[in-house]
Each structure stands twice: as structure tokens, then as C-alpha cells.
């Protein structure tokens, strides 16, 4: 019986791996959504975004800062010092390594803008601070300047470039016809989490136990509800100088991390030790989860920051003269 178990357990995982790579290599993952997944959001959020928009993120000095702060030093300070209690908890230690690795990521540069976008949040803000980010960290890791400058170059800079142009020329028919670009980014984003899900089921041979499986995943769950719950705070208080369209691309670019640049730094950075598929592990987890996490809250938070905006102009409507 134990070993009709074994062999069924076995052959599922077998069958599944199998199914990920027949679908992987035709998809190719390493083109498709490296490169023309990415570049396909920023056209097209290039298209749907004013010139004036844009312009006006770059300014936003205060938000900026405070997203590359939260994001390169906060978080990975708490995750580190959360990670000293779990150490003497039995949970595998190459996890927990996994998980500091994710703490120092930079935000992503396509579920971040993605999910401002589908609320109707700050989308340039979004789209300077997950590519700063990214640039930022890759210039000082030994991960090469140059790979990562040119990637995010033509992935992000110029498919925003040739969509702000495009604009330009169609700016009446598109203002007419108002496509669906939110639609288009929702499918994008589905072929990413699709794709990542294969890209965690691929490799057969990560040895795990299920409890360590479990906590992990629990873990990340509560870190990313907690962080986007403290951003939150941080960035509505009074005097914040935050909009509510700023605090949805704080709450994302904030806790949001980067697999297309965290992969790669991973295998620099760890190349030659046997346990990097265990270290992997918590940032193959944590990028579909926070998709999926950011995915369910988006109707909530919406329903905020369309409320909150109907509050902040009823308050500033000058109030009739008293007729006396």
C-alpha cells in the first residue's frame, strides 16, 4: 500500500513536471515574457498614458523615495530580523535563506504596474519606481551593469518611447474608441502567472518536506498582507502629501518582487551550491502570490480610492455663501 503511494505521488509529480516543459518550450518563457511579455505592457501603457502624466511621476520625488527606501531597506531589514526567530524553528534553512534573498529584491517590472493600472492608480509613478528599482539594484550587484542596463532599456524605456509616439498620431481615435488596454494587461499578466507556475513544477528534483513547504507559503502570504496593510498606513496619514491614486502604486511597488531580475541574481550569486533550487523556491512562491494576492485585492482597494477621491473633492468644493 505505502508503495502504490509513493509511486502514485511520484508519477503525478513526474506527469506534472512533464506537462510544464511540453508546454515551456514551445511558449518560450525566456523570450516570450522576458522580453515581449514586459515590452507588450509598457506599449501599451505608452498608448493609454497622457505625456503629462508621465512627466508629472518623474517629479514625485517623495513617493519615489519613499518606495525605494521601503523597498531596499525596510524590507529586507524586518525580514531579517524575523528570519532570527524562525531560525531556531525546524523549518529547512535553505528556505529561510530563500526568503532574505526575496526581502532584497527590487519591485517587478510588470505585475506592479499591472495591477496600479487595473485600480486606477498612479500608473507612471508605478512604471519609474519598478524600473529605478530594478536598474538600482542591478547596478550594484554582480549581476552585469550592462545586461541588466540593456534589458530594461529595450523592454521598458523604449516600447513606453515608440507607445507615447503611437499616441501622438492616434491620440483622437484612441480618446473615440477607448480600447481595452486594462483587458490587454490582465491577459499578459495571466500568461506570466501561467508561465511561473511551470517555471516552479519544472525542475523534479527540489527535495522538499511539507511542513517547511507550507510555513513558507504561509509565511509569504502573511509578509505581503502585512507590508501592502502597513504601506497603506504609512501613506494615508495626514499630512502624507499622497494621493489615493499614489498610495495604490506605494502599496504594490512597495512589497512587490522581482523574478525576471531575482532568478538570474540567484544563480550569480549562489552558482555552484547544491541547495540553489531550495534557495529559488521562496521567490518561484512569492511572485504568483503576490499576482494572486494583488489579483483578489484589486476590486477592494478600487472601491477605497474611488470613495476616498469622492471624499477629498466633496471637502474642497468651497462652501455657498449663508444667505442671511
Not at 507588450?40 to 518623474?58: D, M, Q, R, V, Y
Request: a positive charge.
Amino acid at each position: 500500500g505505502l508503495c502504490r503511494i509513493v509511486f502514485r505521488k511520484e508519477f503525478f509529480a513526474s506527469s506534472l513536471c512533464s506537462l510544464c516543459l511540453y508546454f515551456l518550450g514551445p511558449l518560450k518563457p525566456e523570450i516570450t515574457i522576458t522580453y515581449i511579455a514586459v515590452s507588450a505592457i509598457f506599449f501599451n501603457s505608452g498608448l493609454s498614458l497622457k505625456t503629462e502624466e508621465l512627466t508629472s511621476a518623474l517629479m514625485h520625488v517623495k513617493l519615489h523615495l519613499f518606495v525605494q527606501i521601503f523597498t531596499l531597506v525596510f524590507f529586507p531589514t524586518a525580514i531579517w530580523l524575523f528570519l532570527q526567530l524562525l531560525s531556531i524553528t525546524p523549518i529547512n534553512e535553505w528556505l529561510l535563506k530563500g526568503l532574505q534573498t526575496v526581502g532584497c529584491m527590487p519591485p517587478p517590472v510588470s505585475s506592479a504596474v499591472i495591477l496600479t493600472k487595473a485600480v486606477g492608480g498612479n500608473e507612471a509613478a508605478a512604471i519609474f519606481n519598478s524600473a529605478f528599482g530594478s536598474f538600482l539594484l542591478g547596478s550594484s550587484s554582480s549581476v552585469p551593469f550592462t545586461s541588466i542596463f540593456s534589458q530594461l532599456f529595450m523592454t521598458v524605456v523604449v516600447p513606453l518611447i515608440i507607445g507615447q509616439i503611437v499616441r501622438r498620431y492616434i491620440k483622437d481615435w484612441l480618446e473615440r474608441k477607448k480600447p481595452p488596454f486594462g483587458a490587454i494587461s490582465s491577459c499578459v499578466l495571466l500568461m506570466i502567472i501561467y508561465t511561473t507556475f511551470c517555471d516552479t513544477f519544472a525542475n523534479p528534483n527540489i527535495d522538499l518536506d511539507k511542513f517547511s513547504l507550507i510555513i513558507i507559503v504561509f509565511i509569504i502570504f502573511s509578509v505581503q498582507l502585512s507590508f501592502m496593510f502597513l504601506t497603506f498606513l504609512f501613506s494615508t496619514r495626514n499630512n502624507s502629501g499622497f494621493t489615493p491614486a499614489d498610495t495604490v502604486a506605494i502599496i504594490f511597488c512597495s512589497t512587490h518582487k522581482s523574478l525576471t531580475l531575482g532568478i538570474p541574481m540567484l544563480k550569480i550569486v549562489f552558482a555552484g551550491y547544491e541547495h540553489l533550487s531550495l534557495i529559488s523556491v521562496p521567490l518561484l512562491i512569492y511572485h504568483p502570490a503576490q499576482i494572486l494576492l494583488g489579483s483578489l485585492l484589486v476590486p477592494t482597494i478600487k472601491s477605497w480610492m474611488v470613495s476616498r477621491q469622492k471624499a477629498l473633492k466633496l471637502t474642497r468644493q468651497p462652501k455657498a455663501p449663508v444667505k442671511v
